[in-house]
């Protein structure tokens, strides 16, 4: 069973930068898709951006150019590294791993104040 733990979600301005992080259990990670998603009050869930396993990128046209997902397979994590943040980036996100999306962390909220 894989088990997903995201952090690094707080309250920032807009304007300003959050790091969020996914660490992963298990083996399979290197091999896996992951992505992150986000869901605001009263919204669907939406994906942000994925990382495939060959590092290749792809995200939502709303943070191109804000926002860079990365992984390091040595420690099992994605990362998103989110700039320029605004007020509609606020949500709860979530990382899944797998296409399929398979397995969900937990979530961390992301709040920016205007």
């Known amino acids: 069973q894989v088990q997903l733990v995201e952090s690094g979600g707080g309250l920032v301005q807009a304007g300003g930068s959050l790091r969020l992080s996914c660490a992963a259990s298990g083996s399979i990670f290197r091999i896996k898709a992951m992505g992150w998603y986000r869901q605001a009050p009263g919204k669907q869930r939406e994906l942000v951006a994925r990382?495939?396993?060959?590092?290749?990128?792809t995200y939502q046209d709303s943070v191109k150019g804000r926002f860079t997902i990365s992984r390091d397979n040595g420690k099992n994590t994605v990362y998103l590294q989110m700039n320029s943040l605004k007020p509609e980036d606020t949500a709860v996100y979530s990382c899944?791993?797998?296409?399929?999306?398979?397995?969900w962390g937990q979530g961390t909220q992301v709040t920016v104040s205007s």
């Open positions: 990382i495939s396993s060959d590092g290749t990128t």
């Open positions: 899944s791993m797998g296409f399929d999306n398979d397995y």
